[in-house]
């Protein structure tokens, strides 16, 4: 007796291909928020460079955010009159802006505390989003430590940075806000570039959409408009929910890692003006 093939109901593929597809977006999900850490931070240790390579006057700094992590940084000179407090971007570590670090100085005078988050060069700790704000903290005191009133202290933050800068200004007296490359909130720059993955299972927030209306001091907000990363229409956007006094420039042809080389004698000249306005 020749048996008969049995043909297996026609809705089994579609369920068999819709529960494959399902359990595969469960596993990239569940990967990414195990990883999440790992998918935004990104620190590297040993120091390419100090000051002196660049030749700055600079002291270093041995810093302790209030739970005790200890940090490492650098009081680089200028002529004393102002300070910016810089919190950089969300890899390498403070020796990777020495560079721009001296066009500041050379440009305007400043002095500037450039210190490494927790995990990053040569501080302690591990990051993340708690930890950074208390670093940002630690960073502000030291200015005022190093002798500067309040009103003579701006904060500059690029990037993840930016949202540090706006966390310091909302909780400390400050005279003044650089932003570069901000972005609203992780989970809706997440949204860009992790479409599938549901904004609410991002744990890490840097929500700078709710902090922004709460700076009192004068704002500056500079975005690349070519920035592949962070586009400029977040930038754009809390720029708009900032209240006055605030100023925006457009970084022509930058994107997001090459600001100040490419934004040239535009660049420089907003940095100028928004500071002598201070």
């Not at 009081?75 to 890899?91: E, P």
């Not at 040569?122 to 002798?147: I, K």
């Not at 909130?185 to 709460?214: C, G, M, W």
């Amino acid at each position: 007796m020749v048996k008969q093939a049995v043909t297996a109901p026609w809705w089994r593929t579609p369920i068999r291909i819709g529960a494959t597809v399902t359990v595969v977006w469960l596993l990239v999900v569940g990967g990414l928020m195990i990883f999440e850490r790992h998918l935004i931070y990104f620190p590297t240790g040993p120091l390419a460079a100090t000051p002196a390579d660049y030749g700055l006057d600079a002291d270093e700094l041995r810093l302790r955010a209030s739970d005790g992590v200890e940090l490492h940084g650098w009081h680089i000179r200028g002529d004393g009159a102002r300070v910016l407090v810089w919190f950089h971007g969300n890899a390498g570590n403070i020796s990777h802006r020495l560079d721009n670090a001296q066009r500041l100085v050379q440009r305007f005078g400043l002095d500037i505390v450039l210190a490494d988050y927790r995990g990053y060069g040569l501080s302690g700790g591990t990051p993340d989003e708690a930890g950074l704000y208390l670093d940002g903290l630690a960073m502000y005191a030291a200015a005022l430590d190093a002798g500067f009133a309040s009103q003579r202290v701006v904060v500059f933050g690029r990037s993840i940075g930016a949202a540090v800068a706006l966390d310091v200004a909302v909780n400390r007296p400050v005279g003044g806000v650089v932003l570069e490359s901000p972005f609203l909130s992780l989970p809706e720059l997440a949204r860009r570039h992790y479409p599938l993955v549901p904004a609410a299972l991002v744990r890490t927030q840097f929500d700078n959409r709710a902090k922004i209306d709460r700076v009192s001091a004068r704002m500056f907000v500079l975005h690349g408009d070519r920035d592949e990363i962070v586009p400029i229409a977040h930038g754009r956007a809390l720029f708009d929910l900032a209240p006055e006094p605030k100023r925006f420039h457009t970084i022509r042809g930058a994107g997001h890692n090459d600001s100040y080389d490419v934004g040239g004698a535009d660049y420089w000249e907003a940095w100028r003006e928004f500071l002598e306005g201070l």
